[in-house]
């Protein structure tokens, strides 16, 4: 029993994953989520650099940051179907609410795209403003996940 | 959860007699030193956000625009009923417009109302008893700048025995323990750290796994713990679990991204959001303290 319980749970991530590729909407929800890891990528590259592990590097950051503005202001609207959301979706962590009557998913969309502009203007400006200009995108990207993503 | 109803109701029989002695609530502070100190409330403002107040009583779904109005009304479901957090906004008759400076550090430094009954601990004093009482002093007139909001305070919803707040006297004789859980010697900036971690940050509340009358399991400091609302753990944060660097550390605190750029997410948001505006000397003071903490080892997984 023990054995067979532990054998079950070891199948679960598995079976977990195959649904994520086989559900109803599977390339929209892949591909959303590498815009979202594309930010994350970027802003890797700008972190290294407020956090002192990277020299401090001004075209390297005006590449990340003008990625990261670029993503930001792609039409991604086919990318949500309506339908797409975790409870109908074993394979993504967006709410139901996105898609509900006066979510206001245009707003925080547009909180990102104002604070990568602003990060565009500072990434290869100087380190001090790269700084300055890493809470504004973390406060718009985190404005966006507490409304519209399941806590992990 | 029925377990350790049992428990608290066979601890309270067993202990009637001598605890209603025990029991009775003090209010220590002495006025004295209360009268000694100059109260700064731009300095208060700090205060109030490592101590994360605005996280529990603001009102329900309440964002901050502007002065935070602590209309209270939040739901704290626990595993003895559930806790709604009253109105501490200005308002004299609604709030606490017309507390003092010491019925403010009677309540966080020991858990007792003005009129000496105790608080339920769901009002995390176990670690605010940590607090300076200059801090005290300084939060106290800070919260008097804020708007009074006229909203009455909800009844908490809890079961019997719970309902009694004497029984709390017995929760405080075991758990309510000022003292320091990180001993030993500590530079100046780890022990500013261990002042906003053990202290106003009340970080261990989240982090620390609790005994089943509710307690704060000392020996698992900051070892992760289940959430109380029954949905997954927070984490480890103790070396060798919390693999991150201190400049990680503290740009989470600073920013919210982790060290692979995800965003914090949950109640530690909110965390997050107001340490983000404390000096970053204080940050980096959290970050080196908890490289100090002993390390705890992982919960087993649950099979």
């Known amino acids: 029993m023990k054995a067979l319980v532990i054998a079950t749970l070891g199948l679960l991530p598995l079976a977990g994953s195959a649904l994520a590729e086989e559900g109803p909407f599977a390339s929209q929800v892949e591909a959303r989520q590498g815009i979202m890891r594309y930010y994350a990528v970027n802003i890797g590259t700008l972190g290294a650099m407020a956090k002192g592990e990277a020299p401090y590097d001004a075209a390297a950051a005006k590449v990340a940051a003008d990625a990261l503005a670029g993503g930001a202001s792609l039409d991604t609207s086919m990318l949500w179907p309506k339908g797409s959301d975790k409870d109908a979706h074993p394979g993504t962590a967006a709410l139901p609410a996105l898609w509900a009557d006066g979510a206001d998913v245009g707003g925080k969309a547009k909180q990102l795209r104002d604070a990568a502009a602003a990060m565009q203007a500072a990434a290869p400006a100087g380190l001090d403003q790269l700084r300055g200009a890493m809470k504004g995108v973390g406060d718009a990207c985190a404005a966006c996940h507490k409304d519209f993503r399941a806590e992990s | 959860m029925r377990k350790s109803g049992i428990a608290l109701l066979g601890l309270i029989a067993l202990t009637a007699a001598a605890a209603w002695v025990l029991t009775a609530p003090a209010a220590p502070v002495p006025e004295a030193r209360i009268a000694a100190l100059t109260p700064d409330a731009r300095h208060g403002e700090q205060v109030f956000l490592a101590g994360g107040c605005a996280s529990c009583h603001l009102a329900p779904g309440a964002t901050v625009e502007g002065p935070p109005i602590l209309s209270g009304g939040q739901a704290f479901p626990s595993d003895f009923g559930t806790f709604i957090a009253p109105n501490i906004s200005n308002d004299p008759v609604a709030g606490i417009g017309v507390w003092s400076a010491r019925e403010l550090a009677n309540a966080m430094l020991h858990g007792v109302s003005p009129e000496g009954r105790h608080y339920y601990p769901a009002f995390p004093y176990a670690s605010y008893a940590r607090t300076s009482l200059r801090d005290v002093v300084d939060l106290r007139a800070y919260l008097a700048t804020l708007p009074a ?155």
């Open chain 2, 149 to 303: 909001s006229s909203q009455p305070s909800g009844a908490h919803q809890l079961g019997f025995p719970f309902t009694l707040r004497r029984g709390i006297g017995i929760w405080k004789l075991l758990y309510l323990n000022p003292d320091w859980v990180v001993d030993g010697p500590l530079t100046p900036e780890e022990t500013r750290g261990r002042y906003l971690v053990e202290g106003l940050g009340h970080c261990g509340e989240c982090h620390t796994p609790r005994t089943p009358l509710g307690g704060m399991e000392r020996s698992h400091w900051l070892g992760g713990a289940p959430s109380p609302d029954g949905k997954g753990r927070t984490p480890n944060l103790t070396p060798g679990q919390l693999k991150w660097s201190a400049p990680e550390i503290v740009e989470y605190l600073t920013t919210g991204f982790t060290p692979d750029y995800d965003t914090a997410g949950g109640h530690m948001a909110a965390v997050v959001a107001n340490f983000a505006e404390l000096p970053d000397a204080d940050r980096a003071a959290v970050a080196a303290y908890l490289k100090k903490v002993p390390a705890v080892a992982p919960a087993p997984a649950v099979p």
